[in-house]
């Protein structure tokens, strides 16, 4: 990574250098894809490419505000990558969202089948913990904080229950605080969760965690409006994932419940909020800004 300091340039210059840890942690990690057995581990790889990794760019940006070296963030984004790949493998399945298009390419059941489907999600979970708990780049104590942060994320209370009560829901009308509660779950608690990793590896102030976990919180939720929203007007191409999925499953959604323009209105000012909160964190906030307006902009 270059030694270029936060002052100097500006954090979209340093995403590249970011994105490259993150591909070298990932390639270090799982086995090469001709270990055997070869299709499951080929599988994993597969899973694993593309998308925007917002998720880690998120650990970097926190960390990178409050200070940490990004030796000390590599296998915390790492790990929520790999658990956001997870979890998109699985959601793809046919007992769940049954979808044929992932990040422009077809699903991993579709690539390869639907029993892999099941088995490369599982195996790119346990990798996730298995980084936290082998890197030399943070204390056991921290270890040990990290990987129940993102085990409470990831499970019943975090997205695997927001993904149950999300599929319960289909062809009900839903009031916006269980939209908001469901989507806190479902999309919020892995955004959530980088910031606090972040503060992890910083062993960053109660007040640091608590504008952190603000900011995450928003984001969270503004994210999950735009999805919304986007699956509305956007086409099947610019997604890279099937458009209109939302109405044909028949969900609540933001737009439904508060008209599209309400809607975009809330996201917006959920990101106002989120810039609020990384500016009371530090004078460095210029990661977190940054990101808040490169996911405000985004189109997929």
Known sequence: MSTTSPEASTFAERVPAYLKRLQRSTDALLPAAATDPARLHEAMRYACVGG???R??????????LGVPAEKLDASACAVELIHAYSLVHDDLPAMDNDDLRRGRPTVHKAYDEAIGILVGDALQTSAFEVLATTDALDADQKVRMIRALAHASGSLGMVGGQAVDMASENKT???AQLESLHARKTGALILVTCQLAGIAANATETARHALERYGQCIGLAFQI????LDQIADTATLGKT?????????????SLLGLEQAKQRADALFDEARDAARSI?????PLLWLADFIQQRDH
Request: net charge negative.
């Open 52 to 54: 925007k990794h917002l």
């Open 226 to 229: 735009q999805d919304d929203v």
């Open 243 to 255: 458009a209109g999925k939302d109405l044909a499953q028949h969900k609540s959604t933001f737009p």
């Open 282 to 286: 530090s004078q460095h906030a210029e």
């Open 56 to 65: 880690a760019l998120m650990v970097y940006a926190a960390g990178e505000t």
């Open 174 to 176: 839903l009031t916006l």
